[in-house]
């Protein structure tokens, strides 16, 4: 049993990073009705800055400042840059297609994820960059309740995590900004038509996305431990598996989803053989399209005729 | 004058959809835009809107031309819109709808707003609460009025506010669209039900495939019948 509970708790804490990938992938989908598939290098992105901010203060032996501003710093640099990075990325990638047959954007946005996979290749290097997460926070520190562990990195990885979905279902739901982000994700020119200015809600839609990948890679980073210029693609389709599963577009399915996943693979992992685990994940993608083509909480769409 | 539009043409690329449209809406009237299918009432109503712009051509409020403005400056200006088929968010309460109205204004408190709503629409009260999805197509569009009101416009455009309605709802319809342009809102409405619309309206447009081809009092123009033929096609 306690077996049971360790796997539940490692599959919660890479259930909530998938869930974070997730959301963004749903929010743009929402607002743009774009499969953004450079979404999964974002957080590719986001592990690099969390590993040069590590570099930047003396490296994980020897570092020049506290752990807990070490992690502030790297957490918000992060979320800022790829942010950032994110809404340049709509900005002159996605905004002058916005118009345009719904296929273009989508192959810019692939065209998107090898520029970015292939930039950090090439500035990064193809070399695994390592975290040495245990270096700086102790591997054996955290809570044992009987003989399961969580670890620091893992509560932290679920604390922030939880306190990231709560607020931005929170900012979605109550906030007039997050009205507004519903109002253009359900019609767009019913909402341009309130005044609503709808380039800066969707630039900001793809901020905060963006954010929570670049804050999941750092995550990433801290967990795995390792960083290269290819995590991204997995971790976008995972996402994208995550987000399709729990209903595309809808912000508490890309968490459930993401969760589910992450609990799949971590008891697929546990009991079976890590082998299994991605046949496993996109076999649920495939098992819930048949039974629920809209995903667990999405909505169907009624087709107008 | 507030509201003219002074020769505009408007393109959907390649297409020209109106051709050389002049009008004018005073302060205080209720004026309708008439037509069949396809007659570009919808664009018109676009264009002075700033969902689309005029290739060539002005738009002017208030003698201001507001041509290149967009669309937020325009209902900062006096404008607000109950477009065609009340686009309602259906997956917002009554209340959101309604707060989505008053978008551009800022951090103000919009409790009087929500009465003259309420008051105008009480049934909207009751609702507020509710999926705006999940109301009948009568409530659906008082929320599409409400909406529009809550941006305290002084002209409201209202792209053909009776369709889909049964006919005792149309009525109804057409006794708020009064009881609102009573309040002091000036009113430019599309239709397609010409009597009806003429019937409440000072003045008539008629357009035809992108030019107007008639207009008049309305009382004139409930009598013509050239506006017969306009709609029969000649």
């Keep these: ?305 | 004058m507030l509201l003219s539009l002074e020769s505009v043409t408007t393109y959907y690329g390649q297409m020209r959809i109106l051709e050389g449209i002049s009008l004018n809406v005073a302060e205080g009237e209720m004026v309708c835009l008439l037509g069949g299918n396809a007659s570009g009432k919808s664009t018109t109503l676009k264009t002075i809107l700033g969902i689309v712009r005029p290739r060539t051509g002005q738009v002017l409020l208030d003698g201001e031309d507001v041509t290149q403005w967009q669309v937020p400056q325009r209902i900062s200006a006096g404008l607000a819109i109950v477009p065609e088929n009340r686009r309602l968010f259906g997956q917002m309460t009554v209340r959101e709808n309604l707060e989505l109205g008053a978008v551009l204004r800022g951090g103000e408190k919009l409790d009087d707003d929500f009465d003259r709503v309420h008051t105008l629409f009480p049934r909207l009260l009751e609702r507020r609460g509710q999926l705006a999805g999940t109301l009948s197509g009568g409530e659906q569009q008082m929320v599409a009025m409400g909406r529009a009101l809550m941006s305290r416009p002084r002209l409201l455009l209202m792209d053909e506010p009776s369709m889909g309605l049964s006919p005792a709802l149309v009525q109804q319809n057409f006794q708020i669209i009064k009881d609102i342009h009573a309040t002091g809102v000036s009113v430019l409405m599309v239709e397609q039900n010409a009597t009806m619309a003429l019937s409440i309206a000072n003045r008539g447009y008629v357009l035809s495939t992108g030019e107007i081809v008639l207009d008049g009092p309305a009382s004139e123009l409930l009598q013509s019948e050239d506006l017969k033929r306009a709609y029969l096609g000649r």
Excluded at chain 1, 35 to 53: C, E, I, P, Q, T
Excluded at chain 1, 129 to 140: E, G, Q, S
Aim: overall charge neutral; hydrophobic content about 55%.
């Design chain 1, 1 to 305: 049993m306690a077996f049971f509970f360790q796997e539940l708790v490692n599959g919660l804490t890479t259930g909530a990073l998938y869930a974070l990938v997730a959301l963004g992938f749903s929010m743009v989908y929402g607002v743009l009705k774009l499969l953004n598939f450079a979404h999964g290098d974002l957080y590719m992105v986001g592990a690099y800055v969390g590993f040069f901010v590590i570099q930047w203060f003396g490296g994980a032996t020897s570092l020049s400042i506290p752990v807990p501003l070490l992690l502030v710093i790297m957490f918000a640099l992060a979320a800022g840059l790829v942010g950032g990075l994110g809404v340049a990325i709509e900005r002159f990638a996605y905004r002058p297609l916005r118009d345009a047959p719904r296929i273009a954007p989508l192959i810019t946005a692939i065209g998107i994820s090898f520029f970015l996979e292939s930039a950090a290749l090439l500035l990064f290097g193809a070399q695994y960059r390592v975290y040495n997460t245990p270096d700086f926070i102790n591997a054996h520190s955290g809570i044992t309740i009987g003989s399961v562990t969580i670890n620091s990195v893992q509560i932290l990885v679920l604390v922030m995590g939880l306190i990231l979905m709560v607020g931005l279902q929170q900012l979605v739901n109550w906030t007039k900004l997050g009205r507004q982000m519903r109002a253009v994700a359900a019609d767009r020119e019913a909402a341009e038509m309130l005044g609503v200015n709808v380039n800066f809600t969707i630039a900001l839609t793809f901020f905060l996305g963006s954010a929570l990948a670049g804050v999941a890679g750092v995550m990433a980073g801290l967990l795995f431990n390792q960083v290269t210029s290819t995590i991204g693609f997995i971790a976008g389709l995972k996402a994208f598996t995550a987000a399709v599963v729990g209903g595309i577009g809808s912000i508490p399915g890309a968490m459930l989803g993401g969760l589910l996943i992450g609990l799949a693979e971590s008891f697929v992992t546990g009991y079976l053989s890590s082998t299994y685990s991605n046949l496993l994940v996109f076999g649920l993608l495939i098992a819930v399209m048949l039974v629920r083509p809209s995903g667990l909480l999405g909505q169907a769409q009624l087709q107008k005729v």
